[in-house]
């Protein structure tokens, strides 16, 4: 029985799904270290994670069995991508299975922010009545600036908008503006003319650092600023002294540089204390339907990429599936043949010649290629001897190779 090991609390509907693809599911709730990692991952052809399990170079190279891994979150820069490309190891997330809940959580903060509730709920935790409004502003008719024009950017667009709001953007890619939201051409533009900063930005290496003492002190006095995108993003001590000076009217982060393994253990960080930020543990996307849905998708793309060779979306894969369920134009293939290399010219007719040379008809194939890597799905209507299978395991460009069934 293949095996699975999914760290972080994925969700139940994530586990049944995979035990009922008859996979022996080894469940935990923390994350694991690099060492813990390579030793729980022993005979393992599944891995699922969230944000915190760091999966790098040494756990791919100590991890010959492992086929797939999940990603039961947005972003992937938490996986050794190249290197699991060269292990032949396919990587899958769920892009847009949480945005909803990440963009209801920005416009909560938002309005929280702007009305300045934290304030107000603390004073009467204290048993102090403060009735002002005072600094307490509406939403309608202020600008929000969102950095970062994503699946999460673009739709707090337009709820933002329908709260009565200006939205400006900015993103280094080209992206449509929804709505009346205007693209602006500089961070230093957006940071002008916002009330609200929003971060949507991924977790690439260069939007470390993205937000420092110089960007803040650029935001307009009195303005808020919403990170719900990477820790690693925010200097966090210019951010600190940017609301601690008063220059900035509050701040709302739930990501953080360092973060607790697991729920419980202790946290420290720069912002605790002041009044007028709203920290939160990670849990943007944390919603109940949020993990339901990527507990779904994410176990289903697993399933799919063991039990047929199906990429379709995969983040380091080409995208390729082939139909063996007898519709129109569906293989007729008693076995199937999966087949990773490096892309080079000549790799499939390789292929093809060593499996026709030996009797073997193909029914059914489908190839993608991807920068360096190529994918081949081959459909046979008899089995492949040893001898073929094994002068393809042994050609130069080959990665991996499986037979499926």
Request: hydrophobic letters at 40%; proline letters at 3%; a negative charge.
């Amino acid at each position: 029985m293949p095996k699975a090991l999914l760290l972080e609390n994925i969700h139940p509907v994530g586990v049944q799904l995979l035990e009922r693809a008859g996979l022996e599911v080894e469940t935990r709730n923390a994350a694991l270290d690099e060492d813990e990692l390579i030793d729980a991952l022993a005979g393992s052809v599944l891995l699922g994670i969230r944000s915190k399990t760091q999966v790098t170079k040494k756990v791919l190279a100590a991890s010959p069995d492992l086929l797939a891994i999940g990603a039961y979150c947005i972003g992937t820069n938490q996986i050794a991508l190249q290197a699991a490309s060269r292990q032949g190891v396919a990587v899958f997330n769920a892009p847009y299975s949480n945005t909803r809940s990440v963009v209801e959580m920005a416009v909560a903060e938002i309005i929280a922010l702007t009305r300045r509730l934290t304030e107000r709920d603390r004073s009467l935790h204290d048993g102090v009545w403060r009735k002002s409004a005072t600094g307490s502003h509406e939403v309608r008719g202020r600008t929000l600036g969102i950095v970062g024009y994503g699946n999460i950017g673009s739709q707090l667009s337009v709820l933002a908008e329908s709260l009565g709001m200006t939205v400006v953007f900015y993103d280094i890619e080209e992206k449509l503006a929804l709505g009346n939201a205007r693209r602006l051409e500089s961070l230093d533009e957006l940071l002008e003319v916002s009330d609200v900063v929003t971060v949507h930005v991924d977790g690439r290496a260069a939007n470390t650092d993205l937000f420092g003492a110089d960007e803040f002190a650029a935001m307009r006095p009195g303005a808020v600023f919403i990170n719900l995108s990477r820790g690693h993003v925010v200097d966090i001590e210019a951010l600190r002294d940017a609301v601690a000076d008063g220059h900035l009217g509050g701040a709302a982060v739930d990501v953080f540089p360092t973060e607790p393994k697991a729920t419980g253990d202790p946290f420290t960080a720069e912002l605790r204390g002041l009044p007028t930020v709203i920290l939160t543990p990670h849990v943007g996307g944390s919603t109940e339907e949020a993990q339901e849905s990527i507990g779904r998708f994410v176990s289903g793309k697993l399933r799919d990429y063991l039990l047929t060779g199906a990429s379709s979306m995969s983040v380091n894969l080409p995208g390729l599936s082939l139909d063996a369920g007898g519709g129109p134009g569906a293989s007729k293939g008693d076995h199937r043949v999966a087949h990773i290399h490096r892309n080079t010219p000549g790799v499939l007719a390789a292929i093809n010649q060593a499996l026709a040379g030996r009797g073997v008809n193909i029914v059914g194939q489908v190839l993608g290629t991807r920068g360096d890597l190529g994918y081949v799905l081959t459909d046979v209507g008899s089995p492949a001897d040893a001898e073929g299978l094994g002068y393809l395991a042994g050609l130069d460009e080959t990665i991996r190779l499986r037979v499926l069934y």
